[in-house]
């Protein structure tokens, strides 16, 4: 059973940072790209960073995170990480890493650039971050 479990979550001051980590299990881990998305409350659920297969070794960060958060895999571990910095009251969220179903960051292109949650398919139970100001 494919399977994802995030950790690293909690309470953190404003302009602190902290690191998540999305664990695989079950799959191929380098046969797929892994994305992270955050849902606050009362809110959709927003694409926040996405990372290819190695190979490829592409990132996609939403505007609001660029230059803060940084993405990174280490296959050897099946893990993928969301080292965040410059944390604000607006980056308070559920984080949920999932699997894409492509080995690429699959980016819609529009008024800005977004990932969407239906390019993934397997979903971890999430982990709260709460940045209090």
């Known amino acids: 059973e494919a399977l994802l479990v995030e950790s690293g979550g909690g309470l953190v001051q404003a302009g602190g940072s902290t690191r998540l980590s999305c664990a695989a299990s079950?799959?191929?881990?380098?046969?797929?790209?892994i994305g992270w998305f955050r849902q606050a409350p009362g809110k959709e659920r927003e694409g926040v960073s996405c990372?290819?297969?190695?190979?490829?070794?592409?990132?996609y960060y939403t505007d609001s995170v660029k230059g803060r958060f940084t993405i990174s895999r280490d296959n050897a571990k099946s893990t993928v990480y969301l080292q965040m910095n410059g944390l604000g009251p607006e980056d308070t969220a559920v984080y949920y890493c999932?699997?894409?179903?492509?080995?690429?960051?699959?980016?819609?292109?529009?008024?800005?650039?977004?990932?969407?949650?239906?390019?993934?398919?397997?979903w971890g139970q999430g982990t709260q971050v709460t940045v209090s100001s």
């Open positions: 990372i290819s297969v190695s190979s490829y070794g592409t990132t």
């Open positions: 999932a699997r894409e179903t492509s080995r690429y960051c699959t980016v819609i292109v529009g008024a800005t650039r977004k990932i969407w949650p239906t390019d993934y398919d397997i």
């Open positions: 079950g799959f191929t881990f380098d046969d797929y790209a």
